[in-house]
């Protein structure tokens, strides 16, 4: 292997995309090639590396344990030649440049907002962001993919720097009609022939469930596990059960009543938000610039938009 002379950065920006939508044709539409030229540049990227990339499965593709560890690698090399540029449109100053931000799933509900505003003030800035799970960010962070991330739990894994961005209260509800709707500080164990709605294993509200539960020596009657807290928050809605779940994943079904907040004793749980990036990562002045104004305005914005909430709990 020679992949100096042999490999294009044009091949491991195209192997990088494919890899991500496991898709020629969605790789082929993102790039603005033709699924055809896209088929060709990672074949000569195949003949280059001397091993098979990608395997056939059913219609779509898969990445073989060779592609699985390419595109860590693709990635980094693409994050430096990004983060060169950026270092160079750096000198013509902070207001230009061109920043990638990951959140968490529950953080897509108020950064959006946050990146708007942000963008407002600093047009010369432009902002990427990607919504994941933890760990899919924490990967992000370490291939150099993404310079901050937004997360719930600072990441002891990696060697990365968290920053306390704004508290993060976890609120118990119900459905509109729920009979303990009003009542004041009532005890957990009045839920107890309730169901609990969970989101899966190993995410962080189920975490911070699971703490609830145990700390109120309480165990629920029957429990329910969803992959989402849009599902979460339908199946209330519903009359399903009750849940656990972070406030600021509610702003529409709060203000509209369709979900009541109970005012279980223990609750809201304080939870906080953190901004990351690695230790190794040179933020440029658009990064820094961004981060300082999370650091600056997110608990003021998430409090103006929420706190009416608790206190009418």
Known sequence: MNFVRTLTLR???????????????RAAEELHLTPPAVSMQLKQLEDNVGLPLFERMGRGVALTDA????????????????????????MLGAESGQISVGLVSTAKYYMPRLLARFAQQ???????????????????????AIDLAVMGRIPTEIDAHAEPLAPHPYVLIGPADHPLRGARRFDLH?????????REEGSGSRRVAEEMFKNHLFT?????????????KQA?????????????TLPLELKTGEVS???????????TWYVVHMNAKRLLPAGQRFREFLLDCAAEALDQEFAVFLQTA
């Open 190 to 198: 009045e839920l107890r022939h309730e169901t609990f709605l969970l």
């Open 11 to 25: 091949q491991l920006q195209i192997f990088v995309v494919a890899a991500r939508h496991l898709s020629y044709a």
């Open 261 to 271: 907040v109970l005012d279980a004793i223990g609750t809201p749980i304080e939870r």
């Open 67 to 90: 592609g699985e560890l390419l595109v860590h690698h693709a990635l980094r090399v693409l994050g430096e030649i990004k983060d060169a540029e950026a270092n160079l449109q750096a």
């Open 122 to 144: 600093h047009p010369g800035i432009e902002v990427q962001f990607s919504v994941g799970n933890r760990e899919s960010l924490l990967q992000k962070l370490q291939d150099n």
């Open 236 to 248: 209330v809605m519903a009359g399903m059960g009750v849940a656990l779940i972070s406030l600021h």
């Open 220 to 232: 629920p009657q029957r429990t329910i596990s969803m992959g989402s807290n849009e599902t979460i």
